[in-house]
């Protein structure tokens, strides 16, 4: 079984809808990442948090919002859902050891279509 | 703030070596990571380096010079499965006041041809 986990794996919706993007992981990590990828721009932090107390906004955190519901499970909510949104959206975690150990490892992906 | 900066593209032919160069500058250097990522699939991790020189590992090696901001991930007798996108990142302790997050390059697709 699959460490990290996403669903769903494809969405498509429409204009201003509300869309809710999960990830579990088995892993025991404490750290857990939301990143969204488009082609030519690499990875873009979206919202990261440390343990379940703790959220932070990552580099591009505008329209998104995220919960740590438990220490297996982070999610992402697009409150209104645009079409500039569509991307491809990945789940990471890390353990807190720092040097290699924290390294970071990522779910499938969810490839969101915002019509 | 953290710049990053590998080639777009590169080609190569099957059992030949290519190497892919990544350029970085930030203020709080704590580490250097290689992903290997399949189209439409998650990264995966291949490579750390946080002191200079050259990690092996199999037919994947990486080097890391601190002082010139530069790595580079070298890839022997390639094969036809590692046609992929190579993703650079750099790991900085002062990146938002929180330590130890990523930023990422926009990746190198390597082709691999017959």
């Known amino acids: 079984d699959a460490d990290v986990t996403q669903t769903p794996r494809n969405r498509i919706t429409k204009t201003g809808k509300r869309i809710m993007l999960e990830c579990s992981q088995t892993?025991?990590?404490?750290?857990m990442y939301w990143y969204r990828q488009d082609p030519g721009l690499g990875l873009r932090l979206i919202y990261y948090s440390f343990d379940v107390k703790d959220i932070n906004k990552g580099e591009i955190s505008d329209g998104y919002s995220v919960s740590r519901q438990a220490q297996a499970k982070f999610s992402l909510s697009l409150e209104s859902a645009i079409p500039n949104q569509t991307a491809l959206y990945f789940c990471?975690?890390?353990?807190?050891?720092?040097?290699?150990?924290?390294?970071?490892?990522f779910g499938p992906g969810t490839r969101l279509t915002v019509l | 703030g953290q710049n990053i900066d590998q080639p777009t593209e590169m080609t190569a032919t099957e059992g030949a070596i290519v190497q892919i160069n990544c350029t970085y500058q930030?203020?709080?250097?704590?580490?250097l990571f290689w992903y290997q990522q399949h189209a439409g699939e998650a990264p995966t991790f291949l490579s750390y380096n946080v002191l200079d020189g050259l990690e092996e590992k199999g037919r994947f090696s990486s080097f890391l010079s601190r002082s010139k901001g530069y790595s580079y991930l070298l890839l022997k007798e390639l094969q036809m499965k590692d046609s992929a996108s190579y993703l650079c990142a750099v790991r900085d302790h002062l990146y938002n006041n929180a330590g130890n997050m990523l930023t990422f390059g926009g990746g190198t697709r390597l082709m691999v041809k017959p």
């Open positions: 930030t203020s709080g250097f704590n580490g």
């Open positions: 892993k025991g990590h404490d750290r």
């Open positions: 990471a975690t890390s353990d807190a050891s720092g040097g290699s150990a924290d390294t970071q490892y």
